[in-house]
Each structure stands twice: as C-alpha cells, then as structure tokens.
C-alpha cells in the first residue's frame, strides 16, 4: 500500500470512503463478528416457517433439473412471525436474504442443487397501491399493483457484484454493484489500513497524517452476473366481478424481474406485481451529470390477475 503524508489532513476528511460501517471498523483493530440477535431471530423464525408448513413441497422437487427455482411463501405466514413480520416490511430484501439461506439449507438437505428464489404472495391489501400515487418518498417501499403489462424487454445481463484484488497485498474485496449505476470499487483495502493502525500504534506517528492510496484490479472472471428483463406496465381498475374498467394509457411505470421470472411474464397479462419502489435515472442518459430520476419496481413476485377484457 502507498501511504502518503499529506500534513493537516485528518483522518475522517482526508479518506474519501463513505460508508459508516467500514469508518467505524476502520478506527479500531478488528474485533470478533459479534451475533445479530435480530439476524438470529429472523433466521430461527424462517426455519420454522419454512419447515413447518413447505417442507413437503420442498421434498416432491426432488429430481428437478432447473437451475433456479421460484418457492412461493404466503405472506400471512411471514406477518405471524413477530421479527419477520417487521423486518420483512422495512426491510424486504434482507428478510429474504435470511430466508434464501434457510431454503438453501433445507434445498441442501433434500439434495436439490437447484438455486431456491422466495416469491411471497397473498400480500394484504393495505399495500395495494397504485402508479399514479406513487412518489418519490415512497423509494424502498413494498408496494403491490394491479397492471396490464405492456412490453417485455429481451433478458440482458448486469455485472451484480464484482471482485477486486488489492495489487498491495493480495486480498480480494466483494463490491456489490447497483444496476444502471456506475461502476463502484473499492475505497480502500482494510488489511493493508489495518496495518497502517497498528504500525502507528508501535511507531507514535500521528494517524491524522496519513493518507492510504486504494490501489486494485478487478477479477474479470470472478464477478458474479445476473440476467434480468424490464416489463412496462399500465395501471388497471376492475370492477368487484373482475371486469377491466379501465388500462390507463397515463399511468404506466417500468419493473425489473430477475431469475425465475425471466421470461415468466407475457405482453397482455393482467397481473399484480408485488416489489420495491427504487429511483432510476432517466435510460439513455449520462447518470452521473443528469439529475432526472424515474420511479421503478423491484419485483420480487407476480401473481395472476383473472381480469375479463
Ligand atoms: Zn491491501
């Protein structure tokens, strides 16, 4: 690592690295993972959920030879589950990141190599929203719509996460990336800042004159890509009997699906699509300068709407 001594510059306004998590491991030698009794909460409360009621559908796909599968989990299950309920609300994508390792686990143990995806379904009603209401307050927010879906694009792929090896010492550092985003590396190596630490500890040489250079390259081939589509989509009203009152031409939004659901989804098909509001930049501009931002849906499920035209 280069270490540069840049006089008057503090620790904290000198390191342009931002996330508040790494800052605070950073000042300090690491310490021991401590356990997350909300992680450890939610994981004891999936396997029950998940062993209590979807253990035989996990059995009879024994013998499946899809590489990915999506598992629907009904929600009222995951709302009679004190941690889950909550953390599936704030935070959906990591509820599911504690379910997606129950489900591997209990994959593993029927022997299915099969990559398992949970798609929750029967969301209550209260998250009925619809396109026209949404704003960009509502950004990670768990939304349903009820939509006519309007165009699927063709499956692409995006780079989802990717690897760095610092040139230094050698350790390779994760990075996830977000979809239509520049591409973000690491800000600095932690094992080589780490023995920056230690070296001032032994040496009593002020912190606050340092300034360590990140300095990595990207593992081309250990990076981990994901195929998505983009569905556009139109806000539908229907009567009680489940007949179309109206497809607004106005009201339409963009939705991303991945895994399973590529290529699950068909022009035409009234659907209620399940996911998270996210903000976008505007396609085909310059993300970095334009300041325009969409709203989009992260779907993270789709169910059948019995709409009669
Ligand atoms: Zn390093």
Same mark, same amino acid.
């Given at each position: 690592m280069t270490v540069f001594a840049e006089s008057g510059d503090l620790v904290g306004t000198g390191y342009n690295y931002e996330p508040s998590r790494q800052r605070k491991h950073s000042m300090s030698p690491p310490k021991n993972v401590k356990i997350d009794p909300e992680e450890q909460a939610a994981l004891r409360e999936w396997k029950a959920l998940i062993v209590g009621h979807y253990k035989d559908d996990i059995a009879r796909l024994q013998g499946m030879e899809d590489s990915v599968h999506g598992f629907h989990i009904e929600h009222h299950l995951?709302?009679?589950?004190?941690?889950?309920? %909550?953390?599936? %609300?704030?935070?959906? $994508?990591?509820? /599911?990141? &504690?379910? %997606?390792?129950?489900?591997?686990?209990?994959?593993?143990?029927?022997?299915?190599?099969?990559?398992? $995806?949970?798609?929750?379904?029967?969301? !209550?009603?209260?998250?009925?929203?619809?396109?026209?209401? /949404?704003?960009?307050?509502?950004?990670?927010?768990?939304?349903?719509l009820d939509v006519k879906i309007n165009d699927v694009?063709? =499956?692409? #792929?995006?780079?989802?996460?990717?690897?760095?090896?610092?040139?230094?010492? #050698?350790?390779?550092?994760?990075?996830d990336q977000r979809r239509a985003r520049e591409r973000e590396s690491p800000r600095v190596c932690r094992v080589c800042l780490d023995k920056v630490f230690a070296d001032m500890d032994t040496k009593d040489m002020p912190m606050g004159l340092f300034h360590p250079r990140p300095n990595f390259r990207m593992l081309t081939e250990e990076c981990t890509y994901e195929d998505v589509q983009d569905i556009s989509m139109s806000q539908i009203t229907y009567n009680s009997e489940h007949r179309l009152?109206?497809? !607004?031409?106005?009201?339409?939004?963009?939705?991303?699906?991945?895994?399973?659901?590529?290529?699950?989804?068909?022009?035409?098909?009234?659907?209620?699509?399940?996911?998270?509001?996210?903000?976008?930049?505007?396609?085909?501009?310059? &993300?970095?300068?334009?300041?325009?931002?969409?709203? !989009?849906?992260?779907?993270? !499920?789709?169910?059948?709407? =019995?709409?009669?035209?």
């Open positions: 995951i709302d009679a589950q004190p941690t889950l309920r %909550h953390m599936f %609300h704030e935070n959906p $994508v990591r509820a /599911l990141e &504690f379910g %997606h390792r129950i489900m591997r686990e209990q994959f593993d143990a029927n022997k299915i190599p099969t990559r398992p $995806v949970i798609r929750v379904v029967g969301l !209550s009603e209260n998250y009925l929203n619809r396109v026209d209401e /949404l704003r960009m307050r509502d950004r990670n927010d768990l939304v349903c694009s063709q =499956p692409y #792929g995006w780079l989802k996460q990717a690897k760095y090896e610092c040139r230094d010492c #050698g350790t390779t550092t994760a990075v009152i109206n497809c !607004s031409t106005r009201n339409q939004i963009l939705g991303t699906v991945a895994d399973d659901l590529v290529d699950a989804i068909k022009t035409s098909e009234y659907l209620r699509i399940n996911g998270i509001v996210r903000v976008q930049p505007v396609p085909d501009r310059n &993300f970095a300068k334009d300041t325009r931002r969409l709203l !989009s849906i992260d779907i993270l !499920s789709i169910e059948e709407l =019995p709409i009669q035209d």
